[in-house]
């Protein structure tokens, strides 16, 4: 299920790059590709968690900034709620 999950997010993510084909499956760097693996679990868990990736996204990178090392957990996608803005 997961590995299904990560090709569907990987299929939408390359859909809207420019450069579609075998060149979006590779990163360049072992740094890029941890990267990359890590948005892809978190695009996972937001469809584990009907959560709208962008929306979850806009809000995070809106949020984190001014969040302490003990509130991150509250940014994960599975404590995200839009209609009450996320918290």
């Known amino acids: 299920m997961?590995?299904?999950c990560i090709s569907v997010t990987y299929t939408m993510?390359?859909?809207f790059r420019p450069n579609k084909g075998?060149?979006?499956l590779f990163a360049g760097t072992?740094?890029?590709a941890q990267r990359n693996a890590i948005m892809y679990t978190f695009m996972c868990d937001c469809k584990k968690h009907n959560v709208n990736p962008e929306a979850?996204?806009?809000?995070v990178l809106e949020k984190i900034p001014s969040a302490?090392?003990?509130?991150l957990?509250?940014?994960?996608p599975q404590n995200f709620n839009l209609t009450d803005g996320g918290n």
């Open 56 to 59: 979850w996204l806009n809000y």
């Open 2 to 4: 997961i590995t299904n």
């Open 30 to 32: 072992h740094e890029s």
């Open 73 to 76: 957990e509250k940014l994960l």
């Open 22 to 24: 075998l060149a979006t």
């Open 68 to 71: 302490s090392t003990l509130e």
């Open 13 to 15: 993510l390359s859909y």
